[in-house]
């Protein structure tokens, strides 16, 4: 069955940085991206950074671009996610996710169970 798997979160102070990765198995093609979203309490669902399968592109939410680089190694069938300059509004719990296209949560299939970070 598939597994995404994140880890990396923890606590930083603002301005700091931490990197997320996101082990993905279980599965032998996904179409179209991996992605990165995230949930502060009381908030919606947000998409953060996106990376297509074959092309390689990268995508990023206006709040986090110049801030946030997604990347993977394909071999290792991991995604990341570095964070620089952080901000509080930033603290979230973090969830990695495939097979979507655009920031439409409804679109991604399977979904790890997300990994906190908390910035102070």
């Known amino acids: 069955h598939v597994q995404l798997v994140e880890s990396g979160g923890g606590s930083a102070l603002a301005g700091g940085s931490l990197r997320l990765s996101c082990a993905a198995s279980?599965?032998?093609?996904?179409?179209?991206?991996m992605a990165w979203f995230r949930q502060a309490p009381g908030k919606e669902r947000e998409g953060v950074a996106r990376?297509?399968?074959?092309?390689?592109?990268?995508y990023y939410a206006d709040s986090v671009k110049g801030r946030f680089t997604i990347s993977r190694d394909n071999a290792k069938n991991t995604v990341y996610l570095q964070m620089n300059s952080l901000k509080s509004e930033d603290m979230a719990l973090y969830y990695c996710?495939?097979?979507?296209?655009?920031?439409?949560?409804?679109?991604?299939?399977?979904w790890g169970q997300g990994t906190q970070v908390t910035v102070s």
């Open positions: 996710t495939r097979d979507g296209s655009t920031w439409l949560r409804a679109e991604y299939q399977d």
């Open positions: 990376i297509a399968t074959g092309s390689g592109n990268t």
């Open positions: 279980g599965y032998t093609y996904n179409r179209n991206c």
